[in-house]
């Protein structure tokens, strides 16, 4: 609950109601069976609390709700674990966006550099990911060096539970074309925001792992 996307989510929905937690716990709230559900219905809803599932209590309509969700896309740089979206290759040539002691960091990664008149150089082109690959963490370091923002922060509405104790399953919702293959160049960075973004990471990673014990 950490993530600074969901709480703004929260914070513009905060006339309503959003619950994340364990789904073995919520389904038992609701009820797992017909025989102790709290209202009529409620236990064939609890079935699909599967995965990283929260539920959402509002007074808003069906239309407001599918419309805002279904608009909301916010771009995030993908971590190791996720699955790469797309084919990404880096073109070859200089990369004066970088500063001449970074290319040691860049080789490190695996990237074909070298220093040309103390501009970093990239030797011939580079694949950093395939599309449906699950990225690594020196994948997912390189997509963020060059500031490709792979990763699409949304929330998608699944079903509706409604007073009247009907359950409607959305499984139409549109989902973003993506191409299969771009090429990319770096972006200029400042190296110091680099450095802090990388240490936000790393707590954050120690955060999880705290949660996990």
Known sequence: MRNMQLKDVRQEWNHSR????????????????????????????????????????????????????????????????????????????????????????????????????????LLREYQVCEKDDTLTPEQARILKLFGHQMADFHISVEGMYTPEGELELFNDRPEPIVPPKIQIKAKLQDEDSIRIEDNDDEEESIDEDEDDT
């Open 18 to 121: 959003f619950f994340f937690g364990k789904n073995k716990v919520m389904a038992l709230a609701l009820g797992r069976t017909a025989e102790d559900e709290f209202k009529d219905d409620l236990h064939k809803l609890s079935k699909h609390l599967r995965g990283q599932t929260g539920l959402l209590f509002t007074n808003k309509t069906k239309e407001d709700v599918l419309k805002f969700f279904d608009d909301y896309r916010i771009k995030d740089y993908a971590r190791s674990g996720n699955q790469a979206t797309q084919t990404v290759v880096i073109e070859t040539g200089p990369v004066p966006e970088f500063s001449h002691s970074m290319e040691p960091q860049l080789r490190k990664l695996g990237l074909p550099t070298t220093l040309n008149k103390g501009v970093i150089t």
